[in-house]
Structures are given as structure tokens and as C-alpha cells.
């Protein structure tokens, strides 16, 4: 509760910095942002990166990507109204001030996962194919699965090697009785690797040239 409550408390307080910045238009004075971010994540509220801080920002070469739910017909019908209207509900109407890009199905019929991209200041979307499907048994990204690749050791969907760490988090299915285990079910059946992991570290190859080291991401500390 105190972890929560101290971020609560930065978070008002960045909140309240960035809306003063923003009246006298200082924010231009930021480097350009490039942001990835699920739609339904729960941690960090997709509806607060674009009203309490995209929105806030003037143009200056500023990107949101966001990572749809799976549509297709496999869980089209499970899907929360809330959820699958989410995208056109929270992004304002174009043009906007930055640009945006949104990873989603080529259709309900098609796992096939496409982007569509669309330039600030302008109202033109296009759609390209990113040459990679919407896993099939994956109905959303999640906050925590953001910076980890399917073949991390720990979270990753297909770690490699899978015991490097103990239990492999990210190969868990499991199925049974509820009231059984030690974790809730939501714990276990969050997403915890990206798989369009490669899909982002190629944009931020694209913003930040340069070599890493595999797994890495530029400009972070990984964690030991």
C-alpha cells in the first residue's frame, strides 16, 4: 500500500508539472517521444498516455504505438465491449499533434497483423503487413510483457532454455480447479513476453541507432 500510495502521489505531482509546461508550450522543448503501449494494459492506463500526456504535447515528431486486441473470431465474441471499442473511443480524431500507429488483425477472419499508421498532422492512414501473425492463443498484450521477448528464460512464451530461472512463468497454461493454487488465475493467465517484441525493438533501432546487445533495449538498464 505504500508503494502504491508513493505513486500515486509522484504521478499527481508529474500530472500537475507537465499541465503547467504545457500552457506556456515548454513541452517542445522535450526530445521527440516514442511510446509502446497496450490498449488494455492494466498498470499503466492507455486512456492517461493519450489524454494526460499526448494530448498534451505539441508536434515535434512525437509517436504513440498501440497494440490492439486480438480480433478475430476467436475471441471476438468474448471480448468486453469496453475493451474492443477502446481505440476509437480514447484517440482523438484526426489530425492529431503526434503520430500514431496501431497493431492490429488484417481482419476477424485473419490473424495476419498489420499497422496502421497515421502521420501528425495528417488525416491519411495507411496500412502496411508486418509479416508476422497475432498469436492465436493471445487475446491482448499486457503492461508487464511490453519489454520481453517471447524467448526470455523467465516470461518469455517459448523461453530459452526454459529452467534457467527456476519455473518458466511465461510457458504456464495451466488448467484444473479453482481454489487450488497459491496464485489467482489472472496472475498466471497474464501475458509476461511481447510478441511483436522484434516488431518494436526495429522502431527503436529506427530512433536510436546503433548496436545493443541481443535482448537489450537502448537507453535502459537491464536488470541483473
Same mark, same amino acid.
Given at each position: 500500500?505504500?508503494?502504491?500510495?508513493? +505513486?500515486?502521489?509522484?504521478?499527481?505531482?508529474?500530472?500537475?508539472?507537465?499541465?503547467? &509546461?504545457?500552457?506556456?508550450?515548454?513541452?517542445? &522543448?522535450?526530445?521527440?517521444?516514442?511510446?509502446?503501449?497496450?490498449?488494455?494494459?492494466?498498470?499503466?492506463?492507455?486512456?492517461?498516455?493519450?489524454?494526460?500526456? /499526448?494530448?498534451?504535447?505539441?508536434?515535434?515528431?512525437?509517436?504513440?504505438?498501440?497494440?490492439?486486441?486480438?480480433?478475430?473470431?476467436?475471441?471476438?465474441?468474448?471480448?468486453?465491449?469496453?475493451?474492443?471499442?477502446?481505440?476509437?473511443?480514447?484517440?482523438?480524431?484526426?489530425?492529431?499533434?503526434?503520430?500514431?500507429?496501431?497493431?492490429?488483425?488484417? +481482419?476477424?477472419?485473419?490473424?495476419?497483423?498489420?499497422?496502421?499508421?497515421?502521420?501528425?498532422? +495528417?488525416? &491519411?492512414?495507411?496500412?502496411?503487413?508486418?509479416?508476422?501473425?497475432?498469436?492465436?492463443?493471445? /487475446?491482448?498484450?499486457?503492461?508487464?510483457?511490453?519489454?520481453?521477448?517471447?524467448?526470455?528464460?523467465?516470461?518469455?512464451?517459448?523461453?530459452?532454455?526454459? /529452467?534457467?530461472?527456476?519455473?518458466?512463468?511465461?510457458?504456464?497454461?495451466?488448467?484444473?480447479?479453482?481454489?487450488?493454487?497459491?496464485?489467482?488465475?489472472?496472475?498466471?493467465?497474464?501475458?509476461?513476453?511481447?510478441?511483436?517484441?522484434? /516488431?518494436?525493438?526495429?522502431?527503436?533501432?529506427?530512433?536510436?541507432?546503433?548496436?545493443?546487445?541481443?535482448?537489450?533495449?537502448?537507453?535502459?538498464?537491464?536488470?541483473?
Amino acid at each position: 500500500m505504500n508503494g502504491a500510495r508513493q +505513486s500515486y502521489l509522484l504521478t499527481s505531482v508529474l500530472q500537475s508539472q507537465l499541465e503547467q &509546461e504545457a500552457r506556456p508550450r515548454r513541452l517542445s &522543448e522535450l526530445p521527440p517521444i516514442l511510446t509502446f503501449q497496450s490498449v488494455m494494459g492494466f498498470t499503466v492506463s492507455t486512456r492517461a498516455v493519450i489524454s494526460a500526456f /499526448y494530448n498534451l504535447l505539441p508536434k515535434n515528431d512525437n509517436n504513440l504505438v498501440l497494440f490492439d486486441v486480438n480480433r478475430t473470431i476467436n475471441f471476438g465474441l468474448l471480448l468486453r465491449d469496453s475493451s474492443a471499442l477502446a481505440i476509437g473511443q480514447w484517440l482523438p480524431p484526426t489530425p492529431r499533434l503526434y503520430g500514431t500507429t496501431v497493431i492490429t488483425n488484417a +481482419s476477424v477472419q485473419s490473424a495476419k497483423a498489420v499497422a496502421f499508421d497515421t502521420k501528425a498532422g +495528417s488525416m &491519411e492512414v495507411t496500412r502496411r503487413d508486418l509479416g508476422m501473425d497475432y498469436p492465436e492463443d493471445v /487475446y491482448s498484450l499486457s503492461h508487464v510483457a511490453l519489454p520481453f521477448s517471447d524467448s526470455d528464460s523467465l516470461y518469455g512464451r517459448f523461453s530459452t532454455p526454459p /529452467y534457467e530461472f527456476g519455473i518458466p512463468l511465461g510457458r504456464i497454461a495451466a488448467r484444473g480447479e479453482r481454489g487450488v493454487l497459491i496464485l489467482d488465475l489472472d496472475t498466471l493467465l497474464r501475458l509476461s513476453s511481447n510478441p511483436f517484441y522484434d /516488431y518494436m525493438m526495429q522502431r527503436i533501432d529506427d530512433v536510436i541507432p546503433g548496436e545493443r546487445e541481443p535482448g537489450s533495449i537502448p537507453g535502459s538498464v537491464q536488470a541483473q
